[in-house]
């Protein structure tokens, strides 16, 4: 397991038991599992990037759009149908590109 995954649980672990995720605790977490290898600046760097951050919603919410688009879809029916229309070029232009291989010569003739 590398050192970035070992540090990751320990803060999924503080997380859980609703204790404040720190560059000691995670130290202490890891070392008592047996991680004694990793190098002190994982953990401040870390701590310092998960600091006021939501973990479970961040582990809730993989693969979902930024917040940047959470406003954007709040934003109303005007932004949906921009998003849509943007869609449909896209579908357009890749129709295209298909319809070019079609035109009855290859790279080699």
């Known amino acids: 397991?590398?050192?970035e995954l070992a540090i990751v649980y320990a803060a999924l672990i503080l997380k859980d038991?609703?204790?404040e995720i720190s560059a000691d605790k995670l130290q202490s977490l890891?070392?008592?599992a047996g991680f004694t290898e990793i190098e002190p600046i994982w953990y401040s760097l870390y701590a310092k990037a998960l600091e006021g951050q939501d973990i479970k919603e961040l582990v809730f919410n993989v693969g979902a759009p930024s917040?940047?688009?959470g406003?954007?879809?709040?934003?109303g029916a005007a932004t949906g149908a921009a998003a849509e229309a943007a869609v449909e070029e896209e579908k357009k232009e890749e129709e295209k590109e298909e319809s070019d291989d079609d035109m009855g010569f290859g790279l080699f003739d």
């Open 1 to 3: 397991m590398s050192a």
């Open 17 to 19: 038991d609703n204790v």
């Open 30 to 32: 890891t070392k008592a």
């Open 67 to 69: 917040a940047a688009g």
């Open 71 to 75: 406003v954007a879809a709040a934003g």
